[in-house]
Nanobody
Framework: QVQLVESGGGWVQPGGSLRLSCAAS????????MNWYRQAPGKQRELVAQ????????YYTASVKGRFTISRDNRKNTVYLQMTSLKPEDTAEYYC?????????WGQGTLVTVSS
């Protein structure tokens, strides 16, 4: 079955960096757009970054532009989110997502905490 497994979250001080990974299985990874979402406590889940199947086109929400970079390795069926200059407001559960045959598939999430 389609499965997404995130890793790489943790605690970091403001200004620090983390790299999240999402390992995908059960579908033809290189044919699908991949997404990173996040959900902070008490807030709605929001799209953070998106990368098209070939990796040539990306999207970022305004609050992370210039700080986060989404990338993918289609040989490893993995999508990454490199996060730099982290701020306390980046604290959230981060989820990997794919829309597979009209169904939204989510990973279990990985928690990122930014605090001093």
């Amino acid at each position: 079955q389609v499965q997404l497994v995130e890793s790489g979250g943790g605690w970091v001080q403001p200004g620090g960096s983390l790299r999240l990974s999402c390992a995908a299985s059960g579908f033809t990874f290189n044919a699908y757009t991949m997404n990173w979402y996040r959900q902070a406590p008490g807030k709605q889940r929001e799209l953070v970054a998106q990368i098209m199947s070939t990796g040539g086109i990306t999207y970022y929400t305004a609050s992370v532009k210039g700080r986060f970079t989404i990338s993918r390795d289609n040989r490893k069926n993995t999508v990454y989110l490199q996060m730099t200059s982290l701020k306390p407001e980046d604290t959230a559960e981060y989820y990997c997502n794919v829309r597979y045959r009209s169904v939204e598939v989510w990973g279990q999430g990985t928690l990122v905490t930014v605090s001093s």
